[in-house]
């Protein structure tokens, strides 16, 4: 347990108050990871959703936690096999970092790997040290009790949204937030299925901020060993907790010019699909919204963890390859073998095989988020 003031935080003074907090502390109920309320976690399957609302959505803090105003941070020792436990907080201004976040590489969870899938994961690589109590909540850095190793997709998908919410909230209002984040492990795994996150908001008793979700340590597209954290790709067909089957809604579509039709995949969160053209001239498309351009056919791709699924669209109407007023072909043009991406006009563009070649309206910044790289040549 530590009583935070980031000007000393790494000292004690043994104050009147700080007795009176170690006291309430000693008396707040503790759950193991093996207890009920969590191994009951481990029944829940991944479909598609980062996050699981549980419990209710309701934090199972005890009555004096959702009342305590008094800033702490509690790090659980590690078990056995060297795993995290809970780590509990009251996070407020007073915890938030007031210097530059440091190094942590030199901290190995347990389950740690460091392996790349290029193209596939956000960033390629496959795990993340994520912080239980996050640094924008506690300032903590390579604390080895508040680091677990995570996929990227948990980390940023999963825990990245209620960690910015919560910081947000503070910064806001400069009330207190009950915090805990638990990381549950099935039987001796050194990579855990997941954490359990809850929060709330004391002086508001919890109307600002109230939470209890299940994130789970997946990653779409990956199959994941989580007895020591090994991994392997997973094909398209694949099924069970690291990734899932995905479907397009439509195989072929027939429209007219000017018409638009809403491409959808089947268990796919949004974030998980990029969207490409084999021929803008003839068809747009964006978050899945096929619209209809020229007259002739081209294939809609969705790029998704595990593969590319395939529409073919065909056309009617107006100018083949040209839209009816007239635009030209823009956006930029992707090599799907070397996995760059070029201006239309690039020289590369024409000695490109056609089975490589996919035309995306996708942004230089897209592009590059999901893993491609511009051309030296025409550096589009």
């Given at each position: 347990m530590r009583h935070v003031n980031h000007s000393w935080k790494r000292c004690f003074a043994f104050s009147l108050p700080l007795l009176f907090l170690l006291i309430f502390l000693s008396a707040l109920p503790s759950f193991g990871a093996d207890t009920a309320p969590y191994q009951a976690l481990l029944k829940l399957t991944y479909t598609g959703a980062p996050s699981v609302e549980v419990h209710n959505n309701k934090p199972y803090f005890s009555g004096s936690q959702k009342k305590n105003k008094t800033a702490y941070e509690s790090y659980g020792k590690m078990d056995a096999l060297g795993r995290c436990t809970a780590a509990t907080a009251c996070v407020g201004k007073e915890t938030m970092p007031s210097e530059t976040r440091g190094e942590i590489g030199m901290v190995r969870p347990s389950g740690w790997h460091t392996v790349k899938y290029n193209g596939l994961v956000e960033g390629n690589y496959l795990y993340n040290r994520c912080h239980l109590i996050a640094f924008c909540l506690a300032g903590e850095n390579a604390n080895e009790q508040n680091l677990i190793t995570g996929t990227?997709?948990?980390?940023?998908?999963?825990?990245?949204?209620?960690?910015?919410?919560?910081?947000?909230?503070?910064?806001?209002?400069?009330?207190?937030?009950?915090?805990?984040?638990?990381?549950?492990?099935?039987?001796?795994?050194?990579?855990?299925?997941?954490?359990?996150?809850?929060?709330?908001?004391?002086?508001?008793?919890?109307?600002?901020?109230?939470?209890?979700?299940?994130?789970?340590?997946?990653?779409?597209?990956?199959?994941?060993?989580?007895?020591?954290?090994?991994?392997?790709?997973?094909?398209?067909?694949?099924?069970?907790?690291?990734?899932?089957?995905?479907?397009?809604?439509?195989?072929?579509?027939?429209?007219?010019?000017?018409?638009?039709?809403?491409?959808?995949?089947?268990?796919?969160?949004?974030?998980?699909?990029?969207?490409?053209?084999?021929?803008?001239?003839?068809?747009?498309?964006?978050?899945?919204?096929?619209?209809?351009?020229?007259?002739?056919?081209?294939?809609i791709t969705a790029k998704v963890p595990s593969g590319k699924l395939k529409c073919t669209v065909t056309v009617t109407g107006g100018v083949p390859g040209r839209a009816s007023g007239g635009s030209t072909q823009g956006g930029y043009v992707v090599n799907t073998n070397t996995g760059k991406f070029h201006d239309p006009s690039c020289a590369s563009v024409r000695q490109m095989s056609s089975r490589n070649k996919l035309y995306t309206t996708k942004t230089r910044e897209e592009l590059i988020a999901a893993g491609y790289s511009p051309c030296k040549n025409c550096n589009p």
């Open positions: 990227r997709y948990m980390n940023t998908k999963g825990m990245l949204p209620y960690e910015n919410r919560t910081a947000n909230y503070i910064d806001r209002t400069g009330n207190h937030v009950m915090y805990r984040v638990t990381p549950v492990f099935e039987g001796k795994n050194l990579l855990c299925s997941g954490v359990l996150m809850e929060a709330w908001s004391v002086e508001d008793q919890g109307k600002g901020i109230c939470f209890c979700v299940w994130i789970f340590n997946v990653q779409p597209g990956v199959l994941i060993n989580y007895s020591d954290g090994s991994s392997r790709l997973a094909s398209a067909s694949s099924s069970g907790s690291g990734t899932v089957s995905y479907a397009l809604n439509q195989k072929a579509l027939t429209l007219s010019v000017g018409k638009s039709f809403n491409l959808s995949v089947k268990n796919a969160h949004k974030s998980d699909v990029s969207w490409f053209t084999s021929n803008a001239r003839v068809a747009k498309v964006n978050g899945g919204t096929v619209t209809a351009v020229g007259a002739g056919t081209c294939v």
